[in-house]
């Protein structure tokens, strides 16, 4: 090229540089490459050239223009992501140049910004699940599952871990593939039939004083709140073993939190506090766990803590860095180091927002609406809706007595994504199964449009 | 002159001094339904019963406008690459182009859901499809999996894809990974997740891998080596095909790190070296940014093989049709749920349409011409001295020590930090790699223009001059940002330890154990 580029300032003062360094060619700083490792042209990736912004906007229309958008109503499609409110100012605030371009504060005193916003995500969740000690995130919701088990097995040096059915199925796979090093026993308590929660008798047979955790989610992959949460910590604790409760963030504005109900380790994918749906990534992986020194000591990733400087005033800096990769390498709680800190600020400027009595109204609506649309398919379809007896936020399993999976795909062909094709999807349930989700963003003659388009649909 | 900087000092107070429960700053959508909603459904406490959170939430929420000054306040306080260099050695914290943020939302993928079928994503999926493509020409991967969040779930991938590799062809006695003294600590983190030993290879005198020492080590225990090269001295492994026929020739495998791609990109392949698995940072080499810590992409690519190791799904192509390809007859499943970290991916997507593989070369070259140039800057400078074959050309970074300004001041590496802190300059990385003493780690990328490496290494060299007429000055800094020092041991210690206000508010009010 030798030509500028607007990207890679230096090339109009290459000469000057070159021969500071004392060379005339660029490619002799690679002069230490065997010659026939250097490729003797550019790899054809790209356009063949270099393009200008405009060029690259016709780029992004023309793809644009080849993906639908289902955006009234949004989806009511569940499954562990749906359609949240994403306010603009959360938008704006992770867009300034000091947040989205800063790397991870290693140098605290010119990052004190930022290190106070995460800890105010980490301070926001602590007292949303009213456990004590939050990280400043992992990847997702699976990658925090993982992690937890991960940290279950190191806290008890067991080798046991009992896993609720009911947690969504692509979890159980990110569990299955991070558990393939190590030696580990992963067995799974099933599910009831009237409540889709699980089945309590087994599971008090399953764990023994080899397990190192009992995972288990509420509300869970197919919508339902378990009802005996305490009575699950109970079973765990009594052999000293863990319990993982996946939760999911909102519920917590009407559901009591997973601290009060005996959890350890809380865990959670924090999509729906204003990260949008991002075909399904990035998302926040959200794990708090109790004030208890063993815990403190194996929780994987980053940790933001407060103190002050040198003059008394308060500060932010990362803390309890001994338990990371870049000090204690292979006996590190965990390799993660890039996490999702830009998500956990989203996180706390949506919560911020809310506040408590927004979040109780929010968590309130939500309910309504999903309750709503529950009501009326059982109502004017005939649906089992809810197929399960157990209470539910804003997803649940419903059951069509036709094949359900024709029926998606003509509304979405309308414009309109209902209800996940539970058997299509993930090879769940039975062939008239859909996992709803309704949120603050339904409006009610959404949900009446929806239950209309399913009803003439069906009759078809 | 040195530049006079001051950073904005807010004082600002945590949302928990300021906010009430009751401060609300968002409105909810068509909220006045839920009277008639709780009508015909009936109120969820009800039905939740002993489930239900009975009393008030105890979460402090702020007015809107409220909340938007105290994060432009937070923003205020922060340093990013828009702000300034921050040349963080094996960081690539190149500029992130602006027009990458436009084109993500032009696409909304905000509202896409992922569970979409595949034919109303196409415009997405073929953008993904064709970073693929041009990510395994880069790497000489035949394929790649976008799924790994970030480099070190990438590095776990590969790991794991070369424990099942052993696994599958009986090998399961080869436990052990080897790993230079010199690597990014995440590859022998990852290692260990994947189930590995690591052993550990020492570097020689001129700052490649001690060959003897590989030698010794390797045999029918090997499964594999995990190296960055470049380096992170900076030094490329010249003798890297003779490591590749050595670890091969044991039936080991070859694992790239792609931390330090960038002085190569366009230019050297990982492929070529002999490397059988390769990670990829997005955020890194592809100017996706970094966010502060996250969210990142960490791509992993394979050949051969060891492709039907990658986790799945991918993504495939059938005639003007792209979809995702579940079937996973060996693979090692999944490192997440769904398919990755899409925004990130898109940035790096529209990166490299933006520099195509010219511009991409250009790229690499001028990474690696800064680099150099910035050694010519320090040369004799004292205070500093270039450890490890100071003849070597560098690549993507370069290591210096200022164990000698230490030594004859007793003003550390971290102190300089500091110091360049007070000038509006990022530091570099501290202390790594560990084989280094007093190592301050720079990498300045093709993005910053000769002027800004000038200022940086007068700023070193002022920083150092001043140590030697007054070394406590230099310790007193930073004075200019946010805060000054901040207390690590009150930080750390175990009854002033704070991971969160809640933690502060009950350890007051005497309720922590």
Redesign the interface.
């Known amino acids: 090229m030798d030509k500028p580029h607007h990207w890679v300032p230096g090339i109009a003062e290459r000469k000057r540089q070159l021969d500071a360094i004392g060379v005339s060619d660029p490619l002799e700083l690679y002069r230490d490459v065997p010659s026939e490792l250097i490729l003797s042209e550019p790899p054809r990736v790209g356009y063949g050239r270099v393009l200008s912004e405009e060029e690259l906007r016709r780029i992004a229309l023309k793809l644009a223009s080849r993906n639908r958008l289902y955006r009234t109503p949004p989806p009511f499609t569940g499954g562990g992501y749906c359609p949240h409110l994403v306010p603009s100012v959360v938008d704006y605030i992770v867009s300034r140049g000091e947040f989205l371009t800063a790397y991870t504060p290693y140098q605290p005193e010119i990052n004190q910004g930022l290190l106070q916003a995460l800890f105010e995500y980490q301070s926001l969740i602590a007292d949303l699940v009213e456990l004590e000690v939050v990280n400043s995130s992992l990847y997702d919701g699976s990658t925090a599952v993982a992690e937890a088990a991960l940290m279950a097995l190191r806290v008890t040096r067991r080798h046991r871990l009992v896993v609720a059915s009911t947690l969504h199925p692509e979890y159980m796979a990110v569990l299955r593939t991070w558990l393939l090093g190590k030696n580990v026993e992963l067995i799974t308590v099933p599910m009831m039939e009237d409540t889709y929660t699980i089945d309590i008798d087994v599971l008090e047979r399953l764990v023994n004083n080899e397990t190192a955790a009992v995972i288990v989610p509420s509300p869970n992959f197919y919508g339902a709140l378990e009802l005996e949460m305490e009575r699950i910590a109970d079973i765990a604790h009594k052999h000293d073993s863990l319990l993982v409760h996946v939760f999911e963030p909102l519920s917590l504005g009407l559901v009591k939190p997973p601290g009060r109900l005996g959890a350890d380790i809380a865990v959670a994918e924090g999509q729906p506090l204003g990260l949008g749906l991002n075909y399904g990534g990035p998302g926040l992986g959200i794990m708090a766990v109790r004030w208890d020194r063993r815990l403190l000591r194996q929780l994987p990733g980053r940790l933001i803590g407060m103190t002050r400087d040198v003059d008394g005033r308060h500060a932010f800096t990362m803390i309890l860095q001994t338990r990371e990769q870049h000090i204690r390498r292979e006996k590190a709680t965990s390799n993660i180091t890039t996490n999702e800190a830009l998500m956990a600020v989203r996180a706390a400027i949506f919560m911020a927002l809310l506040g408590g009595s927004g979040l109780r109204r929010l968590a309130r609506t939500i309910w309504l609406r999903s309750h709503y649309l529950a009501k009326r398919l059982a109502e004017s379809l005939n649906a089992y809706s809810p197929l399960f007896t157990s209470p539910f936020f804003k997803e649940f399993t419903v059951r069509f007595n036709v094949d359900y999976e024709p029926v998606y795909k003509r509304l979405a062909a309308e414009g309109l994504l209902a209800g996940l094709p539970l058997r299509a999807r993930y090879g769940l349930g039975s062939k008239g199964d859909a996992i709803f989700c309704v949120t603050e963003l339904h409006s009610m003659k959404d949900i009446d449009m929806l239950v209309d388009k399913l009803a003439s649909t069906l009759q078809d | 002159m040195p530049r006079e900087w001051r950073?904005a000092r807010w004082?600002?107070p945590?949302?928990?001094e300021i906010?009430?429960?009751?401060?609300?700053?968002?409105a909810?959508?068509?909220?006045d339904?839920?009277n008639?909603?709780?009508k015909?459904?009936?109120a969820?406490?009800k039905?939740?019963g002993p489930?239900?959170?009975g009393e008030?939430?105890?979460?402090?929420?702020?007015p809107?406008n409220v909340?938007?000054r105290?994060?432009?306040?937070?923003?205020?306080?922060?340093?990013?690459?828009?702000?300034g260099p921050?040349p963080?050695g094996s960081?690539t914290?190149?500029?992130?182009?602006r027009?990458s943020?436009?084109?993500v939302a032009?696409?909304?993928?905000?509202?896409?859901?992922?569970?979409?079928?595949e034919d109303?994503?196409?415009?997405?999926l073929?953008?993904l499809w064709l970073l693929e493509?041009?990510l395994a020409?880069?790497t000489g991967m035949d394929r790649c999996s976008l799924q790994p969040?970030?480099?070190?779930?990438g590095?776990?991938a590969g790991?794991?894809m070369i424990?099942?590799y052993h696994i599958d062809r009986g090998d399961v006695e080869r436990v052990e990974m080897l790993v230079p003294d010199s690597a990014?600590?995440?590859n022998?983190?990852?290692?260990?997740?994947?189930?590995?030993r690591?052993v550990k290879i020492p570097t020689g005198s001129d700052g490649t891998m001690d060959l003897e020492a590989l030698r010794a080590v390797l045999g029918k225990r090997t499964a594999g080596i995990m190296l960055t090269n470049p380096n992170t001295l900076g030094?490329?492994e010249?003798r890297?095909?003779e490591v590749a026929e050595l670890v091969h020739g044991t039936g080991g495998l070859l694992y790239y790190d792609g931390a330090n791609l960038n002085g190569?990109m366009?230019?050297?392949?990982p492929g070529?070296?002999g490397f059988d698995v390769v990670h990829l940072?997005i955020?890194k080499t592809f100017?996706a940014?970094?966010?502060?810590?996250?969210?990142?992409a960490?791509v992993v690519c394979a050949k051969g093989e060891l492709v039907d190791y990658l986790?799945r799904p991918l993504l495939e192509r059938d005639s003007d049709r792209f979809y995702w390809d579940y079937s996973c007859e060996r693979c090692?499943?999944?490192?997440?749920?769904?398919?990755?970290?899409?925004?990130?991916l898109l940035k790096g997507f529209?990166y490299?349409?933006?520099?195509?593989?010219?511009?991409?070369?250009?790229?690499a070259?001028?990474s690696?011409?800064?680099t150099?140039?910035f050694?010519?800057?320090m040369k004799g400078v004292r205070g500093y001295e270039l450890p490890y074959g100071p003849e070597?050309?560098r690549?993507h970074e370069v290591v210096l020590s200022a164990l000698p300004l230490r030594r004859e001041t007793g003003v550390t590496a971290g102190d300089v930090?500091?110091a360049l802190?007070d000038r509006g300059l990022?530091?570099p990385?501290?202390y790594?790699p560990l084989i280094v003493e007093e190592a301050l780690m720079i990498e300045f990328t093709?993005?910053?223009?000769?002027s800004v490496i000038e200022e940086y290494a007068a700023a070193l060299r002022e920083i150092a001059e001043e140590a030697y007429r007054d070394p406590e000055s230099v310790k007193g800094a930073?004075m200019n940002?946010?805060?000054?020092?901040?207390?690590?041991v009150?930080?750390?210690h175990?009854r002033?330890?704070?991971?969160?206000?809640?933690?502060?508010r009950?350890r007051k009010e005497g309720k922590?154990?």
């Not at chain 2, 105290?70 to 702000?83: A, E, I, K, N, W």
């Not at chain 2, 090692?332 to 990130?344: D, E, M, S, T």
């Not at chain 2, 940002?481 to 690590?488: C, F, I, L």
Request: proline letters at 8%; aromatic letters at 8%; glycine letters at 10%.
């Open positions: 950073q004082d600002e945590l949302i928990h906010g009430s429960i009751n401060s609300q700053g968002l909810i959508p068509f909220a339904e839920d008639i909603l709780e015909i459904v009936g969820p406490e039905q939740l489930l239900a959170r008030e939430l105890q979460l402090p929420g702020l809107e909340a938007l105290h994060f432009t306040r937070l923003t205020q306080m922060s340093y990013g690459v828009d702000t921050v963080l960081c914290m190149k500029y992130n182009p027009i943020e436009e084109l032009t696409m909304s993928i905000q509202w896409l859901h992922p569970y979409q079928d109303t994503v196409q415009g997405l073929e953008a493509r041009w020409e880069l969040p970030a480099g070190a779930a590095e776990l790991a794991l424990r099942k990014h600590g995440t022998p983190a990852s290692a260990a997740m994947a189930g590995f690591i030094i490329f010249d890297i095909l190569i366009g230019i050297v392949r070529d070296m940072n955020h100017a940014p970094h966010g502060g810590g996250g969210p990142g960490g986790p090692i499943g999944r490192v997440r749920a769904l398919y990755g970290n899409i925004v990130p529209f490299i349409a933006a520099l195509g593989g010219k511009g991409l070369r250009e790229a070259l001028q690696v011409i800064n150099n140039y050694v010519s800057l070597k050309p690549k930090a500091k802190l990022h530091a990385t501290m790594f093709e993005t910053e223009p000769p930073p940002t946010a805060v000054k020092r901040v207390d690590d009150y930080a750390n175990p002033t330890v704070t991971p969160t206000y809640r933690v502060y009950l922590l154990s």
